[in-house]
């Protein structure tokens, strides 16, 4: 049975006592948390998350949608996966979220186009919240900045693919090559199948947001202002966001680290989507990595000494365009490191055809003779 950790009988019985004792301590507190989160599944969320499911289940399946994933299969090929499906999964990830991102990759995995081992590398860089929810809820609603927000989500995508490649570069990732082996065509997928898997995923999904958004609101209310925040953080990515905006000028960075731990909530509602075969092993150690590089990340995106003062504005607040130097040169640095892996992939292109040519001359050579 897999499961996201190896909890012992003591770590399960926390967390039970946990989940009896706050209903009781904190009752209307949790009552309203559930209620919150009946009004986001059954309004905002059903409407952003729903739809994706359905679409990323036809689009991983259907190999014209590799003309709409194309910006995204340099950035499959940097992180060391070829296969033409992982930029669709890369697409659907960077479009719709977590959420689709599981789906799509279990799905590939599920009919063939992907391995477990590289399904696995390819989520830590499609493993986050989606621009909507980042732009629109955390940026504009909670800090009263959508530029805040797109700087945040910028900061959360490109550590992602930063993240996957650093981490496929160490564990050694072989991606099956495109035309090394050719495995069978999926059977088209069917209409009814995908909408009732969907509805399905759905429910699970409403059920762990429920639940944990529960566990942050009681921990928030009980324990101090700091610890609160932290465990809220620690389980729901949402409470923990919500939270985080209101620790004043910390809040726009307590926002990124929410974005970017993602909370238990998320692992384990990736872990239920995913296959067993999935380990989610790489997952689990980009996270640990992800954290602190899109703090960097945002705070180089950040204009200088605005980031103190955010939080403690009443009126909107607009960002400068002017880009910092250091934020140029890590953008630079990024840049060298794609052209590097593009070069290096067209050079192994080149030296297979002049091999394949080198092949094809000897066998003529030998029909002369």
Known sequence: MNQLFRWDQMGLFLLALAAGILPFAVP????????????????????SLFPFLVVSRLLVQCPESDLLALPFRLAAWGIGIRTPCAARVLCIGF?????????????????????????????????????????????????????????????????NYLTAALLNRFAGVRSVKPGSAAPASPAPPRLDEILADAAITYCKLCGFILFFRMLAAGAGALLPAGAGTLCSILLEVCSGCDLASRTGRWGSLLCC??????????????????????TLRPLYRARMLHLPLSLALFYLLLPGGEADVFSTLPARVFLMRQVPPDCALLVFAVCCMAACTLRSGIRQVEQKQMARNAGGCCINSKTLL
């Open 28 to 47: 209307e507190v949790c009552a309203a948390a559930l209620r919150e989160g009946l009004t986001l599944c059954s309004g905002p969320l059903l409407l």
């Open 95 to 159: 479009l719709g979220g977590f959420a689709p991102a599981a789906s799509a990759a279990a799905q590939a995995v599920r009919t063939g186009q992907l391995t477990a081992e590289e399904a696995d590398a390819l989520l830590p860089a499609c493993i986050c919240s989606g621009p909507s929810f980042v732009v629109l809820t955390v940026g504009q609603s909670l800090l009263g900045s959508a530029e805040l927000g797109v700087l945040l989500f910028a900061s959360q995508i490109t550590a």
């Open 257 to 278: 680290a929410a974005l970017s731990v993602q909370g238990l909530s998320v692992l384990l509602q990736v872990r239920t989507i995913c296959p067993p075969e999935m």
